[in-house]
């Protein structure tokens, strides 16, 4: 009776062990490494994304409240397109790529914020110059 028990005590190891091990397999297998991901023909750089991310930006926040704010916006960033000399083809495609890769996304944003910052406070932007 006592080696039954053992045996039952044995088997349910075994199977807590081997749903641990299929679990944690599942688990790596699922973490892949992600392999680089090519630029799209066109890729705008980052400055000019910030750029054009910073214009964008502005003419939205312009329009806000405006009576079809909506349509404007849509206008305004066709415009803000066309005086960087880009196509919304582009302009989304170059937003894609910098999206799956978050890094260069960050560092593009945080160049918007001062783009958007020195634009409102160019008293600021010049002291910090000097």
């Given at each position: 009776?006592?080696?039954?028990?053992?045996?039952?005590?044995?088997?349910?190891k075994?199977?807590?062990?081997?749903?641990?091990?299929?679990?944690?397999?599942?688990?790596?297998?699922?973490?892949?490494?992600?392999?680089d991901?090519?630029?799209?023909p066109?890729?705008?750089?980052?400055?000019?994304?910030?750029?054009?991310?910073?214009?964008?930006?502005?003419?939205?926040?312009?329009?806000?409240?405006?009576?079809?704010?909506?349509?404007?916006?849509s206008?305004?960033?066709i415009?803000?397109?066309?005086?960087?000399?880009?196509?919304?083809?582009?302009?989304?495609?170059?937003?894609?790529?910098?999206?799956?890769?978050?890094?260069?996304?960050?560092?593009i944003?945080?160049?918007?914020?001062?783009?958007?910052?020195a634009?409102?406070?160019p008293?600021?932007?010049?002291?910090?110059k000097?």
């Amino acid at each position: 009776m006592a080696i039954r028990v053992k045996l039952k005590v044995i088997c349910y190891k075994l199977k807590t062990a081997s749903c641990l091990l299929f679990t944690a397999l599942c688990l790596l297998s699922s973490c892949s490494y992600k392999k680089d991901i090519p630029p799209p023909p066109g890729l705008l750089d980052e400055n000019k994304m910030a750029l054009v991310i910073s214009d964008i930006t502005l003419s939205e926040a312009i329009l806000t409240g405006q009576p079809l704010a909506l349509l404007n916006d849509s206008i305004k960033k066709i415009n803000v397109l066309k005086e960087h000399g880009i196509s919304n083809e582009q302009f989304l495609s170059s937003m894609k790529y910098y999206s799956e890769n978050p890094l260069k996304l960050k560092g593009i944003y945080m160049e918007v914020e001062q783009l958007i910052n020195a634009q409102l406070n160019p008293a600021a932007d010049t002291a910090i110059k000097k």
